[in-house]
């Protein structure tokens, strides 16, 4: 009998230390910038994880771990779903943006790119964050 009181007690205290934490959850600020994985360069290398500022103008990503990368000069010039290959390591719900970078690419030289995967509800914000490349331009190089 004593091990249904000691139980009910245990129960309860998870309960409310559970509450607790999701109560300070829901009372601090949002988390700024757009959450994505990136992988550069494009088609090949890892998924990492990391954030998109698009904060005074000039968009950057930020990863966990290292130096962030800046996608001033870059443009957007797809977005498509991934594949069954990438769904394992990223969401497979998750929209896939391309970015170029035209001239001198951070140091990559002319026409590097980098993967960039957000959800569909931050992709919006991604676009309006990192300019896309025109139609006709796009045309005209191939």
């Not at 309860?12 to 910038?33: I, S």
């Not at 968009?59 to 797809?78: D, Q, S, Y």
């Not at 943006?97 to 957000?118: R, S």
Request: charged share 20%; glycine share 16%.
């Amino acid at each position: 009998m004593i091990e249904y009181v000691f139980f009910a007690g245990a129960a309860a205290g998870t309960g409310w230390l559970m509450r607790r934490k999701h109560r300070r959850r829901q009372a601090g600020a949002p988390v700024p910038g757009i959450p994505c994985m990136a992988r550069r360069p494009a088609g090949s290398g890892r998924w990492r994880s990391g954030r998109v500022y698009a904060d005074q103008g000039a968009a950057r990503w930020v990863p966990g771990r290292g130096e962030p990368v800046v996608l001033t000069g870059g443009r957007a010039t797809g977005v498509r779903v991934p594949s069954v290959k990438e769904g394992i390591s990223i969401n497979p719900g998750s929209r896939i943006v391309t970015v170029t970078f035209e001239g001198d690419g951070g140091g990559d030289g002319a026409g590097a790119a980098m993967e960039i995967a957000v959800m569909p509800l931050d992709l919006r914000e991604l676009l309006t964050a990192v300019p896309q490349a025109d139609p006709e331009s796009t045309s005209e190089t191939s």
